[in-house]
């Protein structure tokens, strides 16, 4: 089975942090560049921010850039997304996907081989 899972998600309140988690099952992510996408109700789907494979370079969405930090441990074969100061905005069902190349393309434009079922945020006092 060839699979991604999401794990991580929860309800918190405005200011709070969670760390997502991106696990990878019968293959690896040492070559692939890994994006983190979001979709709240009633929008499209965003990708907020995306590591390479061998050289670490990070990129982020503008409104996460200061909040948001994604990094990634291929020993464990998983990806992570720490989120701080959530904001209620921030909810949405989050995502971790694969690119098909190794380096990062522009935020939104990269093509995807593989995808999880995702994990819930909600951000609301």
């Known amino acids: 089975q060839v699979q991604l899972v999401e794990s991580g998600g929860g309800l918190v309140q405005p200011g709070g942090s969670l760390r997502l988690s991106c696990t990878a099952s019968?293959?690896?992510?040492?070559?692939?560049?890994i994006g983190w996408l979001r979709q709240a109700p009633g929008k499209e789907r965003e990708e907020i921010s995306c590591?390479?494979?061998?050289?670490?370079?990070?990129v982020y969405a503008e409104s996460m850039k200061d909040r948001f930090t994604i990094s990634r441990d291929n020993a464990k074969n998983s990806v992570y997304l720490q989120m701080n100061s959530l904001k209620p905005e921030d909810t949405a069902v989050y995502y971790c996907?694969?690119?098909?190349?190794?380096?990062?393309?522009?935020?939104?434009?990269?093509?995807?081989?593989?995808w999880g079922q995702g994990t819930q945020v909600t951000v609301s006092s």
């Open positions: 996907a694969t690119h098909w190349a190794s380096v990062c393309p522009r935020l939104g434009y990269g093509d995807f081989t593989s």
């Open positions: 590591i390479e494979s061998s050289s670490g370079r990070t």
């Open positions: 019968g293959f690896t992510l040492d070559y692939y560049a």
